[in-house]
């Protein structure tokens, strides 16, 4: 058995900046905090970087509480923005989980969102209850470790001893899925520059050619 962790964004699915829009709209509405994220770096990041990273700039704290009311108040206005930006799955993503959902894999996630937002992104699109369980960045603002909580969790749900795989679009996928043991797919969806990717151990276009993505993870 074959445990499959996915990245999110720019990986299963492209969200046109709706979580940008939705984090700047939840800055402005608890702290007043116009244009939050400019200027940050974030792809591959986690949630639980990128909010106290951005109060850091600001020269505010982020504490326990903060971080629990961003989240209450982010994730409607994430639901919100993902239908203004008219959110939609990467190329060949259905019909591989649909495959995959007939082979003795674990499916999982490993993403820096916050749970209930990766929930948010995924349902609408069809495909969260292909997933068992995952590394979210609830777990941890370092993404190794995020992806180390959800391999844990996932492993419940495997044989012992089961291969793990990481898939994603960023270098830092590629770097916390081998520090975590997994080998790494990458593909060209994201939000990577050229040479980014050149990591990982086999890099895809996309998943849309359907046989040459079931060998990549399943090998």
Known sequence: ??????????????????????????FKELWGIENALDGMNFAGRSDTWIVPTALANQGRDCSADDLARFIDRYVPHLGDALV?????????????LEALSREPVTLGLGTGNFRRAAEAKLAPLGIWDYF???????DHPNRTELLAAGLERLRRHADNGADAVVIGDTAHDIEAGHAIGARVVAVKTGYSDPGDLDGADIVLEDLSDLDASMSALLR
């Open 1 to 26: 058995m074959t445990i499959l962790m996915f990245d999110i964004d720019g990986t299963l699915s492209l969200s046109q900046g709706a979580g940008t829009l939705a984090m700047s709209r939840t």
């Open 84 to 96: 203004e930006r008219d959110s939609r799955l990467c190329p060949g993503v259905l019909p591989l």
């Open 132 to 138: 068992v369980d995952g590394g979210y960045g609830d």
